[in-house]
T-cell receptor
Framework: DQQVKQNSPSLSVQEGRISILNCDYT??????FLWYKKYPAEGPTFLIS?????DKNEDGRFTVFLNKSAKHLSLHIVPSQPGDSAVYFCAASGNNQGGKLIFGQGTELSVKP | DGGITQSPKYLFRKEGQNVTLSCEQNLNHDAMYWYRQDPGQGLRLIYY???????QKGDIAEGYSVSREKKESFPLTVTSAQKNPTAFYLC???????????FGQGTRLTVV
C-alpha cells in the first residue's frame, strides 16, 4: 500500500522555466511533508518542508504548496537550472506513523540548457 | 565538521554470509534510521531508533538486525535470511523523532 505517490517517474524542463513536481498521499493523518533531492550514488539532501498548518512555504527558488483537501503537494522550482537535475523525493510523516518518514518513489528531473 | 558517515561505500558479499554496514554521526542526533533504495522505488524503512538502547522495526525489517549501544552509532547487519540483499543502503539521523532527517552517502551492497 503506497501511502505517498509520485506518479511521474521523470520530468524534462528547459533551463529558466518552472519545474513542477507533484506528490499525492492517502493518509489524512500525515501532517508534515518534506522534499529531498538525490544525485546518483549519494544520499538524499533535504530541500524544504511544510507543516499541515500552512499551505505554502518558500525558500529561494523552491516553493512547496500543500492542498490538504486534495491530499496533494507540489514543489515548484523557479527558475530551473541544469544543476537542479536530480531525483526528487517527497516524504510525509505524522503522529500515527511514530514520526517515521514515508517516501514516494521519486521523480527524475532533467533541466536542459 | 559534523555529518553522517557510512562505510564502506561499496561492499560485496557472498551468498549465505552476514555483513555489517557501519553508520556513525557526530551531529548529536537522538534518532537514527536505515533505509533501503531499489531501482524505481522510493526509500523503504528497515529499522529506526529514537534513543540509545532502543530500536523498532520499519516496513521491511525481515533479514536485518541493528544495535544502538552508542548515540553516535547505528550499525546494520544484513543476514543470510535476507532474500534480496543487493541494494543501496542509506543511513539517516535527525535531532529528534519527527524532524527532517539528514542522510549519509550510502553503501552499495552487492551479493555475488
Amino acid at each position: 500500500d503506497q501511502q505517498v505517490k509520485q506518479n511521474s517517474p521523470s520530468l524534462s524542463v528547459q533551463e529558466g522555466r518552472i519545474s513542477i513536481l507533484n506528490c499525492d498521499y492517502t493518509n489524512s493523518m500525515f501532517d508534515y511533508f518534506l522534499w529531498y533531492k538525490k544525485y546518483p550514488a549519494e544520499g538524499p539532501t533535504f530541500l524544504i518542508s511544510i507543516s499541515s498548518i500552512k499551505d505554502k512555504n518558500e525558500d529561494g527558488r523552491f516553493t512547496v504548496f500543500l492542498n490538504k483537501s486534495a491530499k496533494h503537494l507540489s514543489l515548484h522550482i523557479v527558475p530551473s537550472q541544469p544543476g537542479d537535475s536530480a531525483v526528487y523525493f517527497c516524504a510525509a510523516s505524522g503522529n500515527n506513523q511514530g514520526g517515521k518518514l514515508i517516501f514516494g518513489q521519486g521523480t527524475e528531473l532533467s533541466v536542459k540548457p | 565538521d559534523g555529518g553522517i558517515t557510512q562505510s564502506p561505500k561499496y561492499l560485496f558479499r557472498k551468498e549465505g554470509q552476514n555483513v555489517t554496514l557501519s553508520c556513525e554521526q557526530n551531529l548529536n542526533h537522538d534518532a537514527m534510521y536505515w533505509y533501503r533504495q531499489d531501482p524505481g522505488q522510493g526509500l523503504r524503512l528497515i529499522y529506526y531508533s529514537q534513543i540509545v538502547n532502543d530500536f523498532q522495526k520499519g516496513d521491511i525489517a525481515e533479514g536485518y538486525s541493528v544495535s544502538r549501544e552508542k548515540k553516535e552509532s547505528f550499525p546494520l547487519t544484513v543476514t543470510s535470511a535476507q532474500k534480496n540483499p543487493t541494494a543501496f543502503y542509506l543511513c539517516a539521523s535527525s535531532i529528534k523523532f519527527y524532524t527532517e532527517a539528514f542522510f549519509g552517502q550510502g553503501t552499495r551492497l552487492t551479493v555475488v
